[in-house]
Nanobody, 119 residues
């Protein structure tokens, strides 16, 4: 499966962005999906994941209550709604697909999209 993330940009602290990740292939609905991010000088970290059906979601503590992951299997797309953004959310955001909706269950990775939050 091939993944393409989009929707990043520059936003002020407190603002919102919605990231999208379009997937190719007819088996999108069989994959769990996730979002990860990597800030300059830091390791990539887990942000959120969603099961293949969308019935289960998981979040990093740092984004819980502010970010929402969702998916539309008819459109082969997963979303990350980011609200109340903070400067520490600045990073390159990547979407991923895999067998498990977890930080360690991803097998396929897309190119990232830059999110910059100004203070």
């Amino acid at each position: 499966v091939q993944l393409q993330a989009s929707g990043g940009g520059l936003v002020q602290a407190g603002g919102s962005l919605r990231l999208s990740c379009a997937a190719s292939g007819r088996t999108f609905s069989s994959y769990a999906m996730g979002w990860f991010r990597q800030a300059p000088g830091k390791e990539r970290e887990f942000v959120a994941a969603i099961s293949w059906s969308g019935g289960s979601t998981y979040y990093a503590d740092s984004v819980k209550g502010r970010f929402t992951i969702s998916r539309d299997n008819a459109k082969n797309t997963v979303y990350l709604q980011m609200n109340s953004l903070k400067p520490e959310d600045t990073a390159v955001y990547y979407c991923a697909a895999g067998q498990l909706a977890s930080a360690y269950g991803m097998d396929y990775w897309g190119k990232g999209t830059q999110v910059t939050v100004s203070s």
